[in-house]
T-cell receptor
Framework: RKEVEQDPGPFNVPEGATVAFNCTYS??????FFWYRQDCRKEPKLLMS?????NEDGRFTAQLNRASQYISLLIRDSKLSDSATYLC?????????WGAGTKLIIKP | DAGVIQSPRHEVTEMGQEVTLRCKPI?????LFWYRQTMMRGLELLIY????????DSGMPEDRFSAKMPNASFSTLKIQPSEPRDSAVYFC???????????FGQGTRLTVV
């Protein structure tokens, strides 16, 4: 079993819709969590950190459920420019454990 | 800040040749990571340096791979001899906080024919 698991997708979503993905992690000692975004043939870039209390950045909301060991990302009013692969990351000490990513395609 | 700088951006080489990838981390970052990304295996950590010292190289595939960080502003990843299965995108990333937020270079796309 992978340490961080994501549904690879692709999620095909119409523009304007709300989409959510989850990510599960196996190491309960993981200290912090992040969502990264990777565009095709580009490097991953930090999208947002994930806090126990949940956090929101514009149309994006991230939540952490430590009891069930998963994190989620919600995108509201999706835009064509949201099309990308979203990588879930668990951090423990120096280690960043990466999920394989969920591919999101927003259709006009 | 220029961000993490990698070179070359693209490399095509013949099997058996030596390949050297270069990375300049963000100034002030004390952690440096080399990753490899393929469609099949996703993003894999190859090696992690902290304050120029290799801390974890358990991800280095085999003895053909080696990495150095002679100073805080430069690191290399060398493959000798290269094989077609080494074809991938190699990313260098740096972090101020020991990995909590990593900034990636644009990657080197390696093709071994």
């Amino acid at each position: 079993r992978k340490e961080v698991e994501q549904d690879p997708g692709p999620f095909n979503v119409p523009e304007g819709a709300t989409v959510a993905f989850n990510c599960t992690y196996s190491n309960s000692a993981s200290q912090s969590f992040f969502w990264y975004r990777q565009d095709c043939r580009k490097e991953p870039k930090l999208l947002m950190s994930v806090y126990s209390s949940g956090n929101e950045d514009g149309r994006f909301t991230a939540q952490l459920n430590r009891a069930s060991q998963y994190i989620s990302l919600l995108i509201r009013d999706s835009k064509l420019s949201d099309s990308a692969t979203y990588l879930c990351v668990a951090h423990s000490n120096y280690q960043l454990i990466w999920g394989a990513g969920t591919k999101l395609i927003i259709k006009p | 800040d220029a961000g993490v700088i990698q070179s070359p951006r693209h490399e095509v080489t013949e099997m058996g040749q030596e390949v050297t990838l270069r990375c300049k981390p963000i100034s002030g970052h004390n952690s440096l990571f080399w990753y490899r990304q393929t469609m099949m295996r996703g993003l894999e950590l190859l090696i992690y340096f902290n304050n120029n010292v290799p801390i974890d190289d358990s991800g280095m595939p085999e003895d053909r791979f080696s990495a150095k960080m002679p100073n805080a502003s430069f690191s290399t990843l060398k493959i000798q001899p290269s094989e077609p299965r080494d074809s991938a995108v190699y990313f260098c990333a740096s972090s101020r906080t020991g990995g909590a937020e990593a900034f990636f270079g644009q990657g080197t796309r390696l093709t071994v024919v």
